[in-house]
């Protein structure tokens, strides 16, 4: 048999073939089996160079991307037009120059992850072992120069420093806050201007609720905080909050193990719960800067219903803005525009609903030149789009229609009054889940599918719209990325195609999604299931729910993934599940509404849980469903300890990290959404809290000490009512750990270990330790999410 040393000295491909298919068929639970398992865990990195994450430049039909194959990368530059592919840039001339730079090896097969391309091309901006340079592409020299902007939705090793000053777009004039007020700075003489006067202590002009992770990066509580401003494209206005703190209500974590020193450190941020009143408020205004006049907006003071701010957006005229103005409770949005030089407010689209209207299926673009707003609404029981005359509010026409479920909006051609969209559930005989690309006229006409392949579908537009890149795969479909004319969908070129043979020569076995019926013995439900590279058919294996029930989403996978904490599991001898039932979104609005107020019901979640289970195992055999495992984190982990203690004949065995598991004590927003405004009995009912004395079966607890999203304090209240009902379970605090603290490898380990001994019945292996993963570049490591 293979060692444990030899395994790590092999390469990514040779490792893929022997890792399953080399260890023989023993007793579970294994030193062999954790091995395996950790190969599989999803911070091992990429098996494969698909899909593509294009980097578009500027306005052209031109982007680069970066090709990962073993552990090694390639950057390429592609012309949508031309059809033409080449290197980005000379990879031994970088690398060469980089060694120089930094006074230390570069690899060309394994530079940087992070860069960017400026100066139109000729140069790049790189982060190498945490600082910036910036390399000439013709004479290959690199000298300090920045960092590299973040992409959208990236995250770093910790927060980005806070934009203090803010630049208008004629670069004329900085915005910036000091001592609670707004002032502005003329960059071609200095002068100062002082535009807010009033501004006071939790009452100023930040508009920023200061975060929990910047204060323990600066190891204070009082930290800077960037000015929420933003300026009109002509430069002679802005839009700025006051924001009005001074009385929300506010909670306090403590550091237990500071970076310095050993006294432990607190710190106190800001945190409305549901149904609370006194939370911050935003009072927006508008400046204007020749004048120095501040022009309240005409709108109610705004609550901040979490971290964040209003979103106001100028419209290109600079004379008016628009914003999104949502009750609490959620059951009423508007869609309002201001008037700039009066501060008038005006509705321009309104949509109402008895339940709740989810954020998340929210969509509208506004065509200027003809004061229209496309629209999205569950109105007619499924997600569509709607055409609105911007002046008047009238409804002018459904776009789409249909029992199925618009999942965004991808671009929208003015000129040609096109709409772009992604939507799921339209192509009969298939997972209603995935999502494809569609096209159509603004009248309702001419409806297109762009992406006819059975997969999950991820498009990115070019800058002029004539061109999308359409990366696609499924659970049991290997990932191909294509280029794409945006007018018929047509293929002009295959960016890349992961091969799956040496995966699957290894003994790997592909996810199974499947489908099975809900409780109600009528509605499909869908799911995946994960099974162990050695499976053996006639011998019987506890299952284990990967389970999140947040009706702001699913949670069972659609794309391609060798790699995740559910193959690994399984890996250790289990039979691992992901299920959706009703409650859960991007479906019609009647299967979303399930989940009204009712978070911890049956009806929503649980029951159509068991039945698919129950469904799966008469199908196959090998489920052994006297023997149940549940595991999930945040609202995850409420949902892992509520099957536990509402189920126990079925569920025997749950881990819980960073779970909410009583909905007055999490954030306002999300709880209010789903649970409802205000605050009624149903909250107390489906608390954990309240249910704690029904606990029979084994429960692991764990919270980062440092959580921000979801505080200790929701478990810590949890363990506290589980002592007073003389409930055996087990407890383990984080040090230093934020709501991220499921990625730890210390808490994985244990999380099977309890499995193991409590599933499996058999010891774990002692002091086993999940290993830090090999790099594939050369930058420090991110933080999980």
Request: aromatic share 10%.
């Amino acid at each position: 048999m293979v060692s444990s040393k030899n395994f790590r000295r092999l390469g990514t491909s040779l490792l893929l073939c022997v890792l399953c298919g080399s260890v023989a068929i023993q007793a579970q639970g294994t030193r062999e089996d954790y091995e395996r398992a950790e190969r599989f865990l999803p911070s091992r990195g990429d098996l494969g160079p698909a899909p593509v994450n294009p980097n578009w430049i500027e306005k052209q039909d031109r982007f680069w991307y970066r090709r990962v194959t073993a552990g090694e990368s390639e950057f390429l530059l592609v012309d949508a037009k031309t059809g033409q592919r080449q290197p980005l840039f000379d990879h031994d001339k970088l690398a060469g120059a980089l060694t120089r730079a930094a006074g230390r090896p570069v690899s060309p097969r394994r530079l940087p992850e992070r860069l960017e391309l400026i100066d139109s091309g000729g140069a790049i901006r790189v982060e190498l072992d945490g600082a910036g340079w910036r390399c000439d592409l013709g004479a290959y020299q690199c000298r300090p120069g920045g960092r590299v902007a973040p992409r959208l939705g990236a995250r770093g090793p910790s927060p980005p420093e806070p934009r203090l000053e803010i630049p208008s777009p004629d670069g004329k004039w900085i915005a910036y806050q000091k001592d609670h007020d707004l002032y502005a700075r003329s960059v071609a003489s200095n002068e100062v201007v002082r535009l807010t006067h009033d501004g006071t202590q939790r009452y100023d002009y930040s508009a920023t609720l200061p975060g929990l992770p910047r204060m323990i990066q600066e190891g204070a509580a009082d930290i800077r905080v960037a000015p929420s401003v933003r300026w009109a494209p002509d430069s002679r206005r802005l839009l700025a909050y006051r924001l009005d703190r001074r009385s929300a209500r506010q909670f306090t974590v403590v550091q237990s193990v500071p970076k310095a020193g050993i006294r432990p450190l607190s710190y106190t941020y800001d945190y409305p719960l549901p149904g609370e009143v006194g939370l911050s408020r935003a009072e927006p205004v508008v400046i204007e800067i020749e004048t120095r006049q501040v022009i309240p907006v005409q709108t109610e003071p705004l609550d901040l219903l979490y971290t964040g701010g209003p979103n106001f957006q100028w419209f290109t005229d600079s004379r008016r803005l628009y914003f999104v103005y949502t009750k609490r409770g959620y059951q009423n949005v508007q869609l309002r525009e201001v008037d700039a030089a009066t501060g008038a407010v005006r509705l321009l689209v309104e949509e109402r609903s008895e339940t709740f209207i989810d954020p998340g299926m929210t969509y509208f673009r506004i065509l200027e030149e003809t004061s229209e707003v496309v629209w999205s609404s569950e109105r007619d029981g499924w997600c569509h789009l709607y055409l609105y005359d911007g002046k008047t509010g009238r409804r002018k026409q459904q776009i789409t229609k249909g029992p199925w479920v618009v999942r965004g909006i991808s671009r929208l051609d003015e000129k040609a009054r096109r709409v772009y969209f992604t939507a799921s559930g339209r192509e009969a005989g298939r997972d209603p889940y995935l999502v494809h690309v569609y096209r159509a006229g603004l009248d309702g006409s001419d409806l297109r599918l762009l992406t006819p392949e059975d997969g999950e579908h991820a498009p990115s537009f070019s800058p002029t719209g004539e061109y999308f890149v359409d990366g696609y795969s499924r659970v049991d479909l290997a990932p191909v990325s294509v280029l794409r004319r945006s007018d018929d969908g047509s293929v002009t070129m295959e960016l890349e195609r992961f091969d799956p043979a040496s995966l699957l020569q290894s003994g790997w076995k592909w996810p199974e999604p499947f489908q099975v019926l809900a409780a109600d013995g009528k509605t499909d439900i869908y799911g995946v299931l994960f099974r162990p590279s050695n499976l053996e058919a006639s011998k019987k294996y506890p299952v284990i729910e990967d389970i999140y029930t947040g009706p702001q989403g699913f949670h069972a996978p659609k794309s391609f993934r060798a790699r995740s904490m559910m193959q690994a599991t399984a890996e250790l001898g289990f039979l691992v599940v992901v299920l959706d039932g009703r409650g859960m979104g991007k479906r019609s609005k009647a299967f979303h509404d399930f989940a009204h107020q009712n978070l911890g019901g049956d009806s929503v979640g649980l029951a159509d849980h068991i039945a698919g289970l129950r469904q799966l195992a008469a199908r196959y055999r090998y489920l052994d469903l006297t023997r149940v495992g549940v595991y999930g984190h945040s609202a995850g982990g409420y949902d892992s300890t509520h099957a536990a203690l509402s189920h126990p004949e079925f569920y025997k065995v749950a881990v819980s990290s960073a779970g909410n598991h009583d909905h007055r004590m999490d954030k306002a927003w999300w709880n209010e959404l789903w649970m409802g405004f205000p605050v009624g009995e149903h909250y107390r009912q489906q608390s954990n809290v309240t249910m704690a004395p029904k606990l029979e079966g084994k429960l692991f607890l764990m919270h980062g000490e440092l959580d921000d999203n979801v505080h200790p304090a929701s478990t810590l209240q949890l363990v506290d009512a589980l002592i007073k009902a003389n409930k055996d379970f087990d407890l383990l605090i984080l040090p230093g750990e934020n709501h991220g603290a499921g990625g730890n490898r210390y808490f994985q380990r244990r999380r099977w270990d309890f499995f193991v001994r409590h599933l499996l019945g058999v010891e774990p292996p002692k002091g086993y330790q999940i290993q830090e993963p090999e790099r594939t570049d050369q930058n420090p490591p991110t933080s999980t999410p």
